[in-house]
């Protein structure tokens, strides 16, 4: 039997401010408390090009963002590190990054869009679900 411990060494988190987002944090500790696992936390700024000047304002929001999550986690007593990712395609950074860092699980909050608003904008975590490499944990 292959013990938890080794089905789960990177747990990636993505978040974004979103109260969906805060309680994927919230999971993620505690999946990586009880299987002793690294988490990493993770912010994608997608700016675009006309916002381009308020840029280091978006990262300075970010970098509080992803603090805040680490501080709850270092608070568990978890392996902690954090990252701010800049990409067009928050999607792609987020899969992209996971397979570079051989994460085992990412957890991401649910936007909880519905019908036509979805088939419109489409969902962060229905790519990141349909495209990462590792199981993903979509959480509401």
């Known amino acids: 039997m292959v013990s938890q411990q080794r089905l789960l060494r990177r747990v990636l988190v993505a978040v974004d401010g979103s109260p969906n987002s805060r309680r994927a944090a919230l999971l993620a ?22 916002l381009q000047q308020f840029s280091r304002d978006i990262r300075a929001e970010a970098n509080k963002l992803v603090r805040r999550v680490a501080s709850i986690c270092h608070s568990k007593g978890l392996k902690t590190s954090t990252e701010i990712l800049e990409a067009g395609s928050v999607v792609e950074a987020i899969v992209t990054f996971a397979a570079d860092k051989k994460i085992s699980l990412i957890v991401i909050g649910s936007r909880g869009l519905t019908g036509f608003k979805k088939l419109l904008m489409g969902s962060v975590s229905a790519g990141v679900l349909s495209r990462a490499h590792c199981a993903v944990l979509v959480v509401r």
């Open 29 to 50: 500790a505690k999946l990586a408390t009880v299987c002793g696992a690294e988490i990493i936390v993770v912010n994608v700024i997608s700016v675009p090009l006309q």
